[in-house]
Nanobody
Framework: QVQVVESGGGLVQPGSSLRLSCAAS????????MGWYRQAPGKQRELVAR???????RYADSVKGRFTISRDNAKNTVYLQMNSLKPEDTAVYYC???????????????WGQGTQVTVSS
């Protein structure tokens, strides 16, 4: 089994910064990519940022220049540094890890439970 656990959400004022962390653990042979998605009330889940094992990044247009995704391979952990936060960044943020489990060739997607980020004055 693979577990994905996020941390770091909270309530902050507009213009503030916040860093989210996501750690994958369990029977992991390799991690193809890890990323962050978010879902605001009444909206579909959307990609925020994604980082592949090869180092390629992808960001939503709405967060480019404000958010940075990074990783610690030794810890199977990915971070999302969020700067200049806006009220429209308010959402539940979910971590996704595309993982090949030990003994399996095909990677699968695993999700965390989500962490709430609220940006409000």
């Amino acid at each position: 089994q693979v577990q994905v656990v996020e941390s770091g959400g909270g309530l902050v004022q507009p213009g503030s910064s916040l860093r989210l962390s996501c750690a994958a653990s369990g029977s992991i042979a390799s991690i193809n990519a890890m990323g962050w998605y978010r879902q605001a009330p009444g909206k579909q889940r959307e990609l925020v940022a994604r980082l592949t094992s090869g180092g390629a990044t992808r960001y939503a247009d709405s967060v480019k220049g404000r958010f940075t995704i990074s990783r610690d391979n030794a810890k199977n952990t990915v971070y999302l540094q969020m700067n200049s936060l806006k009220p429209e960044d308010t959402a539940v943020y979910y971590c996704n890890a595309r993982v090949a489990r030990s003994g399996y060739l095909i990677p699968e997607n695993y999700w965390g439970q989500g962490t709430q980020v609220t940006v409000s004055s």
